[in-house]
């Protein structure tokens, strides 16, 4: 019963880890869509992780001791390593999204870059050698008449 108890209670310690690692991605990526996404990621992860051990250890039948202590491990893992690296995680979560908002600004730069020398090399050049055309077809039409 012992091994059990240890079982359960380092998959409450793991399935705090993942959570922890799901919410600095939270901070990191805000938006209503990821949230929605981390957060059922979350709930498939903790479902496989209480329910793989129940078929290992109990043939897949619930107790209410089991929960008990794997919620004690996820409790346990919430109250000391999650608190304790909070802020932490909050300011290189800013760092990084910072740096992202930079990395893409520089892309949107490169992408405008690559536009205006498409469009100033080949747009402009057509249309100019169209006028042209056009023109010495006008004045060739119009000395003709004369």
Known sequence: MPEIFAVFFLSGIIIGIVYDLLSFLRFVFRGRVLVFILDFLFFVVFSFAFFIPLLAYNNGSV??????????????????VYRLTLGFKRKTADFLRGL???????????????????????VKHLTFTKKLKAGSKNES???KNQ
């Open 63 to 80: 107790r209410v001791m089991y929960f008990t202590v794997y919620l004690a491990g996820f409790l346990l893992y919430l109250a000391s």
């Open 141 to 143: 039409a119009s000395s």
């Open 100 to 122: 992202f908002k930079k990395a893409l600004k520089s892309f949107k730069k490169v992408l405008q870059f690559i536009k205006r020398l498409y469009y100033n090399k080949f």
